[in-house]
Structures are given as C-alpha cells and as structure tokens.
Nanobody, 117 residues
Framework: QVQLVESGGGLVQPGGSLTLSCVAS????????MAWYRQAPGKQREWVAL???????TSADSVKGRFTISRDNAKNTAYLHLNDLKPEDTGVYFC???????????WGQGTQVTVSS
C-alpha cells in the first residue's frame, strides 16, 4: 500500500521559515516525480514545485526565490524548504507523487502552514 506522510507544518511569523517533509512508502521512490501543492482557505489547490528522480526542479512563479524543493532518495523523502514566508502562503500543503512509467498518482493527507503575526 502506497503512503505519503507529510510533516513539518506549523504557525510561523511573516518572514520566517519552515521545512516540510514527505516520506513515501510502499513504492519505489526512485521512479517517482515528487511535487508539492497547496490549498488556501476558499481557493483551489495549486501546484507549488516539483522534483524529478534526478533532482531536476521547477517551481511556481509565486514561490520562486523563496521556496526550494529537494529530495533524498536514500530516505524516500521529499522536502519543501519555505523561506521568507508571507501571510498569503497560508494553507494546507500536500505532497504528491506520480510514478513516471504508470502515471499512477498519490497524495498525502496534508500539513497546515499558517503565516501570521
């Protein structure tokens, strides 16, 4: 059974930092494109960033220069490093995995990030 488990969310002041983690199990991590999405209250879920098995990365314009996605294939873990956080970054952050061959798609349960003074 495939599982994605996120952690690392919390309450942080504007300008602060957090690191989110997503641990994958039940599937070969090296075959997964890993991504982060977020959903603000009352809004649709939006894509934030993606990392390929070879650690190629891309991210949304709204977070470029502030958020960094990475992965550790030995630990079956993807990370999202959030810096210079703004109130508009508040939302539930979801980990997503797509198997590169079968295109099977998996989601974590989400972790809450709240940016407020």
């Amino acid at each position: 059974q495939v599982q994605l488990v996120e952690s690392g969310g919390g309450l942080v002041q504007p300008g602060g930092s957090l690191t989110l983690s997503c641990v994958a199990s039940g599937i070969s991590f090296s075959l997964l494109n890993m991504a982060w999405y977020r959903q603000a209250p009352g809004k649709q879920r939006e894509w934030v960033a993606l990392v390929t098995p070879g650690s190629g990365t891309t991210s949304a314009d709204s977070v470029k220069g502030r958020f960094t996605i990475s992965r550790d294939n030995a630990k079956n873990t993807a990370y999202l490093h959030l810096n210079d956080l703004k109130p508009e970054d508040t939302g539930v952050y979801f980990c997503n995995a797509v198997q590169r061959v079968s295109r099977e798609n998996y989601w974590g349960q989400g972790t809450q990030v709240t940016v407020s003074s």
